[in-house]
């Protein structure tokens, strides 16, 4: 539960503030609406985000949920997280775990990080899909391998419980310590944590894989 709520929270933070800069650079709504209804994708994702927050119009989580699904069906991988995220939430439509992986995982398919790690919470949670730690830890990676910090500490996590890959403290401190270096701090207490198990070889090595890793953007 405390995963999923976490989970949550920042995959909300996380795209609201992806939207907002979004929004500010769309100009005045009458032009996104024109251009929305022109088919244009990212205009139909940025009214939706306008019906969403009550940006320039009142406040219509329906005409939000429309307008973020035309975005999304076009393929729009921004368009398609946020719309998982309103099944994730209930938001503008009925709680739908299922449907909410159906739109995460179009979007963790063309490489959207954000939608990667949530995937991954939705297989550990059980939620939408049959729990599956190896399944979950698939998506972390690939999120983490983007330079995703909330990726690297859940995927630093898993390693040091052994869920869903064997348990291995030389990466479990790597993965902590690359999101500890992000500022991230439930990453640092982790990573100080898991180091007074290690030997001092093995956080040599650790913090060697860590000098040498670099992200693989999609």
Known sequence: MIFKILARIL???????????????????????????????????????NY???K???????????????????????????????????????LDDAEAVKWYRL???????????????????????????????????????????????ILGISYVTGEGVPQDYILAHLWLNLAAAQGNASAIEGRDLVAKRMTPAQIAEAQRLAREWTPKPE
């Open 11 to 49: 995959g909300v933070v996380a795209v609201m503030a992806c939207l907002a800069t979004a929004s500010a650079q769309a100009g005045e709504v009458d032009d996104t609406r024109a251009a929305a209804e022109q088919g244009e994708a990212w205009a139909q994702f940025i009214l939706g985000l």
């Open 52 to 54: 969403a927050t009550g």
């Open 56 to 94: 320039g119009v009142p406040q219509d989580y329906a005409e939000a949920v429309k307008w973020t699904r035309r975005a999304a069906e076009q393929g729009f991988a921004l368009a398609q997280f946020k719309l998982g995220t309103m099944y994730d939430l209930g938001e503008g439509v009925p």
């Open 107 to 153: 979007a963790a398919e063309q490489g959207f990080a954000s939608a990667q790690f949530k995937l991954g919470i939705m297989y550990r949670n059980g939620e939408g899909v049959p729990q599956d730690y190896a399944e979950a830890v698939k998506w972390y990676r690939l999120a983490a391998e983007q330079g995703s910090d909330r990726a690297h500490l």
